[in-house]
């Protein structure tokens, strides 16, 4: 099965350090999405790449957070410098972005901040 | 008010039994729908798409009420197995919005 491989799978990290995250979308997706998870706020849509342009990252707090797609295999978020609050867990998706067909969620990346 | 809402629950039923779970979305824009599950500490996969004729999928039948901005999930026959989260998807055309999800446990 095709799947969309995180890395690291857990991070723990001191507050003020720089936080780097990874996914590798299923080739051929044009689609991708980064989400945060927590208990209080559920998933919420950190940034959204099509054909590797961000399309929305209004979600992200932008003083702190970064998410690129250097290529079409890689998309990135930085979080620059961490702090406890960020602690979460954080999902990545990749799609084909058409009616009906769904995404495909990474395993994610379980941050700690301390 | 958030785009998606589900009832939290949980929802405790006996093996067997008939469940459903309901969820609205604000965006009268929205294009396609979606139930995932998600079990404790896994990610969210994809159990089915919910078109406005209704569909279904073995025990599973899901549908969607475009004038009331309403989505269901029946699931029939319960399995222990079924017991996870189900999250409410609603894809406006440049973003997924969850619902928080709605928690289910089957019990013997």
């Known amino acids: 099965d095709a799947r969309v491989t995180q890395t690291p799978r857990d991070k723990v990290t001191e507050m003020g350090q720089e936080v780097t995250m990874r996914c590798q979308p299923i080739l051929g997706h044009n689609t991708v999405f980064w989400y945060r998870q927590t208990m209080m706020q559920g998933l919420e849509l950190l940034a959204y790449?099509?054909?590797?342009?961000?399309?929305?990252d209004s979600g992200m707090p932008k003083d702190r957070f970064s998410a690129e797609m250097p290529d079409a295999t890689l998309a990135t978020l930085k979080i620059q410098p961490s702090e406890p609050r960020d602690s979460a867990v954080y999902f990545c998706?990749?799609?084909?972005?058409?009616?009906?067909?769904?995404?495909?969620f990474g395993s994610g990346t379980r941050l700690t901040v301390v | 008010r958030k785009e998606v809402e589900q009832d939290p629950g949980p929802f405790n039923v006996p093996e067997g039994a008939t469940v459903a779970f309901n969820c609205t979305y604000s965006?009268?824009?929205?294009?396609?729908f979606f139930w995932y599950r998600q079990d404790c500490r896994k990610e969210p996969k994809l159990l089915m798409s919910v078109y406005s004729s209704g569909n279904e999928d073995g025990r599973f039948t899901a549908q969607l009420n475009r004038a009331s901005q309403y989505i269901s999930l029946l699931i029939r026959d319960s399995k222990l197995s079924d017991s996870a989260t189900y999250l409410c998807?609603?894809?406006?055309?440049?973003?997924?919005?969850f619902g928080k999800g709605t928690s289910l446990l089957v019990t013997p």
């Open positions: 998807v609603v894809d406006s055309g440049y973003a997924l919005n």
């Open positions: 790449f099509r054909n590797r342009a961000p399309l929305d």
């Open positions: 965006n009268s824009a929205s294009q396609s």
């Open positions: 998706a990749s799609g084909l972005g058409q009616d009906s067909y769904g995404y495909t």
